[in-house]
């Protein structure tokens, strides 16, 4: 072995076997050598092998250059991530834990239900009513027929007054033994009667109020 040789300084070679030599050029080494070709082929070899079993990144290869995350960037992905077991806890969590409202869910409030309700009749209480027979809406004292109203008969008097004014549509009037019609033989002004011609005998009404 010689350091620092060119290799015109090289030994010559001199014997057949030298015609299987070559020279290497060691430039970690920093020296040039003399290697038989079996052994330098041997050693590029060895040199493979050992670069091709090396699973410790001999080129340092980096996260990104394979189109991955580094450790870093994965944690700070992970961080922004739902823990496993807070989800499940979430999922468990029945008790409207987010807060959803009933409009939300296009329901009414327990409080709306019952201002509805309240305003509603009592199923019991409509049953009995719709039972009763005893003239619960007192429709009966509302009718009043054969009314006579007050006003003198004597050929010249047109005017007549009930003693309740009528509901709307419901007054009927006879006189002179005849059924009179409204704004043709009679007006009617709150509970005034007054006729187009004086009636002769006795006047009645029939009416609601």
């Known amino acids: 072995m010689s350091a620092n040789k060119k290799i015109s300084e090289l030994d010559p070679i001199t014997t057949s076997e030298d015609n299987d030599l070559v020279v290497v050029v060691d430039v970690s080494a920093n020296e040039t050598k003399k290697q038989t070709k079996a052994n330098l082929l041997k050693e590029v070899n060895d040199k493979a092998d050992d670069h091709i079993g090396d699973t410790d990144n001999p080129h340092q290869v980096t996260a990104g250059q394979v189109g991955a995350y580094t450790k870093g960037e994965d ?6 991530k739902a823990n496993s077991e807070d989800l499940t806890n979430h999922e468990g969590d029945h008790d409207n834990p987010h807060a959803v409202t009933a409009a939300q869910t296009g329901a009414y409030t327990s409080g709306e239900t019952d201002e509805l309700l309240n305003a509603k009749a009592n199923a019991e209480d409509l049953s009995g009513h719709l039972t ?4 619960p809406h007192q429709t009966l004292s509302k009718i009043k027929d054969n009314v006579v109203p007050t006003g003198a008969i004597n050929g010249i008097n047109t005017i007549f007054v ?5 509901a709307a549509g419901s007054l009927k009037v006879w006189a002179d033994g005849l059924r009179m019609t409204p704004n043709v033989d009679f007006t009617l002004g709150t509970a005034t009667i007054t006729f187009i011609t004086p009636p002769m005998s006795a006047v009645i009404a029939d009416y609601r109020i």
Request: cysteine-free.
């Open 75 to 80: 944690d700070e992905l992970l961080s922004a």
């Open 132 to 135: 009763d027979y005893n003239d």
């Open 162 to 166: 009930l003693p309740d004014t009528p």
